[in-house]
């Protein structure tokens, strides 16, 4: 029996030891330690043993058992690692490819510009107002003390929709919309787009961006003006920046002067930037002609204003030290990128 006892845990032991998978195992363990099983069976003829004999063949069944048992788990938990790694293995992501990234979009440089313009305006009390892109030859022109044969409006050429409908060429037309509805006193700036019918070169498109200005009430005089670009200046290119007035003509200003900023380049000296100039140009400006004044029926004698005009893409360009404008327009993101 003692014989028969080691045959089975042998035989059970080789036969687990092949044994790679989970339905196989059970088929084994029924086999040796079902109740039907071959142990059991040899188990049952302990009633033919003697009283010596009975404990030591118990013992030994009993550690028969426990081996095999013993066996059968440790071959069940390597089954299912195995089966396990193997998942794992198929189911691996390579983790080195690169991830798909959600890319947070920044403001254009235009639109930067013009907020803190719009910013700066508002901190010195003046409200933002919105005018038409398409206007009439009157809001444009006339009003503006443009009258149709003037030589100024060579410079200003544009598209025309009709004879008397065209796209503003200046925010200027912004201003007489203005006064026509509201009177003095009156504080306002006018961001949006201009058209001309210019070539597209580094410093010219048919579309750009001007902000206007517009101050009317009384006692309004030209060191006002000049104390407001100064302090919009100052904020946006810093206290050392140098304003610089010449005298000018526009038909709706007079006295009318245009405006430079000393070079942020340089500092004044003369450089590639500033085109050995010392000062940028950036905007044009004036009191605002009596004439502009009563056409939109405010009293000259009353009232008095100042007026300007900024071209926002030379602002941006100055500001980032843009070589070239149509980069502006290009929407090159590793340009857009920088800012
Ligand atoms: N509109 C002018 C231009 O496009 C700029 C300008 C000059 C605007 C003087 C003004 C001003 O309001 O007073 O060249």
Known sequence: MKEQL?????????????????KALDELRIKYLGKKGELTAILKQMGKLSAEERPVIGQLANKVRAD?????NNKLAAIKANAQAEKIAKESIDITLPGKKQTIGNLHPLTIVENEIKDIFMGMGFNIADGPEIDDDYHVFEALNLPPDHPARDTQDTFYISDNIL????????????????????????????YRSDAVDATHSPIFHQIEGLVVD???KMSDLKGTLEMLM?????????LRFRPHHFPFTEPSCE????????GGKGCSVCKGEGFIELLGAGMVHP?????????????SGFAFGLGL???????????????LYENDMRFLKQF
Not at 291 to 303: A, F, M, T
């Open 259 to 266: 405006v430079d900023i000393s070079c942020y380049m340089c």
């Open 167 to 194: 796209l503003r060429t200046q925010t200027s037309s912004v201003q007489v919309h203005v006064m026509e509805n509201q009177k003095p006193p009156i504080r306002i700036i006018s961001p949006g787009r201009v």
């Open 313 to 327: 893409e030379r602002m941006v360009t100055a500001r980032y030290d843009i070589s070239d404008m149509r980069l």
């Open 218 to 220: 009384k006692g309004i």
């Open 234 to 242: 100052k904020k946006l290119y810093g206290n050392d920046c140098k």
């Open 291 to 303: 004439k502009v004044l009563e056409g939109c029926g405010i009293d000259s004698n009353v009232y």
């Open 68 to 72: 095999i048992e013993e066996t059968l």
């Open 6 to 22: 080691k045959k089975i845990e042998e035989l059970a032991v080789s036969e687990l030891s092949s044994c790679t998978e989970i």
